[in-house]
Every structure is written in C-alpha cells, then in structure tokens.
C-alpha cells in the first residue's frame, strides 16, 4: 500500500470487483465535505457503493458519521494532487475536491491551484482506465466579476488572473478546460455543473463563507461582519437541491455539450441576508462593516433555463425555509438542541 493514502474505513467499495458483484460503485474525492457528504449519503441510498477520498483539509471525520458504519462505504484519508491509490475500480467519479470558502482556498494557493489541476489529471486518468462516467464540481466563480447578469452558461466571465481568488477561480476554469478536451481526445463521458453559493448543515461553524459566519455570528451574539457595503449580491441554494441536481446531471441519458448552471435564482443582496439571519435567529447582534476583500464579485445570480428544461431540475427550497433548517443545524452543533426556530 502507497504511503501517501491511508484507509480509515474499508467498506466493499474499493479494489477489483468479485464477478457476481452488480451494484455499481462510485468514487467521490472530497466526500467528507460539506456537500461531498451529503453526495456520499445520497448515493448509498440510492444502492450504490461509495468509495470517499478525502485529505481532511476542510472535510470533517463527524460528517461521515451517519453512514460511516455501512458495509458499502469505504473512506480513504489521500491527497488526489498525489498519485491515486493502486486498484481502484470505479464505475462513476464525482469530484468534489477542493477547498470552496475564500479563506480555506486562499491559505494555500498554490496547493488549490495544484488541486484543481493535477487532481483533476489524476481523476480523469481514473476514468479513462476504469471507463467510468466523470462529474466535476466547477463553480459561477468561473464568471468572475461578471458583466452578464444573470449569468447564463454562454458566458465567458471576467475573471482575474493574477488576484488572490485566481488560484480558485482559475484553478476552475483550467479543470472545466480538462474535462472538455479528455471528453473530445478519449470519448470520457463527462458532466460539468457550475455551482452557485450553496449553504446548509455540514458546514463547518469556521469555514468563513457568509451564510454560516453570519448564523454563527447572530447565534453567539457577535457583529454579524458585513464586507463593503453589503449591496453586493449572490443567489443562495440549500444543499439538497443541489444534490438533486447533481444525480440528475449525472444521470442524464446524454452529457451536455457544455457545463451547467446549478443554483438557486433567488438573488440576495448581503444586507439583505444578515437582516434575515438576525430575524430568524432572534439575536440581538449589530451589523457591522468591515472592508471588502479584493476581486469580490458584485452580482451573481444562475441562469438556470438548461437545467429546468433539459433535467427538469429546479431548487424547491427558497432561502427562508433553507435558513431556518441551517440556523437549527448549527444551533445544535453550538449548543446542542435548542431548536430556536420552526423549522
Ligand atoms: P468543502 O471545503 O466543505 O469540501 C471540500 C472537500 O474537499 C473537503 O472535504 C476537503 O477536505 C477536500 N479536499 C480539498 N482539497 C483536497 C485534495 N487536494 N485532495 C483530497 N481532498 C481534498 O467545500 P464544499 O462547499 O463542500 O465544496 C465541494 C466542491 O463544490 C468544491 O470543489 C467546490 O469548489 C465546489 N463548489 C461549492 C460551492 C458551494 O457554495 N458550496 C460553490 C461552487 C463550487
Ligand atoms: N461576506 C460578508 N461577510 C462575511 C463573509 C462574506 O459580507 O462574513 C460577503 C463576501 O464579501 C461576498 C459574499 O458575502 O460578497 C459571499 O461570500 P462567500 O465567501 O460566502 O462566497 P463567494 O464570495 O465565494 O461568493
């Protein structure tokens, strides 16, 4: 065994398959995430074998908790910029590896830009071995400071390339160029979704993005920090929806010739949404300013018309039903069960 991976948890779900073994086997890197651990619990439930490779930079071992114990989950602690693990046998690759809030991507650009690439290169070589059906989490953050608005999937962006969000959003982009050229030079069936600002439980109370600083923040009794002026907007989805949108993106009889728009429409200045974190929360905290970081976008709202009409793919959880279960979601991990909202 390589030492750069270590199996923290042996399911079925790694390694050659046993002839009469039918059920199909998905590989998901960055499963202990926040979304990439709902993906994991999705997919077991949907009958598959799950196999997470995970290097615990932002993923937790307690987001895995609910579905650690299943015989078909396999959890591997490895870094996907390294060589993967020998012997691995997939029918399908969801890759969600990579850090996503700003502060957690920023820590270590290089390392992000490395993740996005040289991970991505090492998940497509999987799936041109294995044969196996390829998604990559890419991101609206591809169209940058965007001159379109809302952003439809034709949109080039406005991206920097040299600030410090470029690691990421470059990082991104390089990714989507990669899958689209292993899809034209090897035939890969790939799937490419472009995810809008996604919130709900699993994230961490540190992870530094604006919904969980803002409920976390209201919850303690903080200064809810409301970077520049606050009139900058962004469009909010719950987890599970996007999770939906993924299965049916995955699943859809033909891959789309180009990477989809998934995301809530529902569009939110930052104002707006400590306002409503501090009604639903009750709290008696101010709202404060603080600068705004460098590049920050000013708009960003999804077109969704190709996934509505070609997946018949929607979110049906608007942002105050959303809110309500992220406010109890961290209210318990912060104070255990106070249950402070109707949710
Ligand atoms: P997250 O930080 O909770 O999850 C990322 C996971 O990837 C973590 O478990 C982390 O430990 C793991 N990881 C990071 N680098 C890795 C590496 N080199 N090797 C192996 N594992 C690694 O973030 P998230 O919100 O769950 O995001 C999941 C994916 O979705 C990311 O690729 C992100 O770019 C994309 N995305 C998320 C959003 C959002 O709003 N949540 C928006 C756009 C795109
Ligand atoms: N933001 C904020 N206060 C915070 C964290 C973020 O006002 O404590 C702002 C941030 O400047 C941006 C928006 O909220 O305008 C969304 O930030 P986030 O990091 O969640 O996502 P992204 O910028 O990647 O869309």
């Not at 995970?54 to 396999?74: I, V």
Request: some cysteine; glycine content about 8%; aromatic content about 10%.
């Amino acid at each position: 065994m390589s030492k750069v991976f270590k199996v923290l948890k042996l399911g079925s779900g790694i390694g050659q398959r046993e002839p009469h073994q039918k059920r199909r086997r998905a590989l998901v890197a960055g499963g202990a995430g926040f979304l990439g651990s709902h993906l994991c619990e999705r997919l077991l439930r949907d009958g598959y074998d799950v196999v997470a490779l995970d290097n615990f930079h932002t993923g937790k071992r307690y987001n895995l908790n609910t579905f650690l114990r299943d015989p078909r989950f396999t959890c591997i602690e490895h870094d996907i910029v390294d060589p993967l693990p020998a012997g691995l046998e997939v029918d399908e690759i969801y890759n969600l590896a990579c850090p996503a809030s700003p502060p957690h991507y920023q820590a270590d650009p290089i390392h992000t830009f490395k993740t996005s690439v040289l991970g991505s290169l090492n998940l497509l070589e999987l799936a041109r071995r294995s044969n196996a059906k390829i998604f990559q989490a890419s991101t609206s953050e591809v169209y940058g400071d965007p001159f379109v608005h809302p952003q439809p999937e034709s949109y080039f962006g406005n991206v920097n390339t040299h600030g410090p969000r470029s690691c990421y959003d470059e990082g991104k982009r390089s990714a989507e160029t990669l899958f689209f050229d292993y899809s034209r030079t090897y035939g890969l069936d790939i799937r490419v979704a472009r995810i809008f600002n996604t919130y709900g439980r699993r994230m961490q109370p540190d992870d530094g993005r604006v919904v969980s600083n803002f409920i976390v923040q209201a919850l303690r009794g903080e200064d809810l920090t409301v970077y520049g002026s606050g009139l900058q907007t962004r469009s909010f989805c719950y987890a599970d929806d996007l999770i939906e949108g993924f299965i049916r993106l995955m699943n859809a009889p033909h891959a789309p010739a180009h990477p989809v728009n998934l995301g809530n429409p529902g569009e939110f200045t930052i104002m707006e949404l400590a306002t409503l974190v501090v009604g639903y929360t009750n709290s008696r905290s101010k709202i404060v300013h603080r600068p705004l970081p460098i590049d920050d976008p000013r708009q960003r709202k999804p077109d969704i018309s190709f996934a509505r009409d070609n997946l018949g793919w929607e979110p049906r959880i608007n942002l105050a039903q959303g809110l309500a279960h992220t406010v109890d979601y961290f209210d318990t991990l912060l104070y255990g069960s106070r249950m402070i909202t109707g949710a």
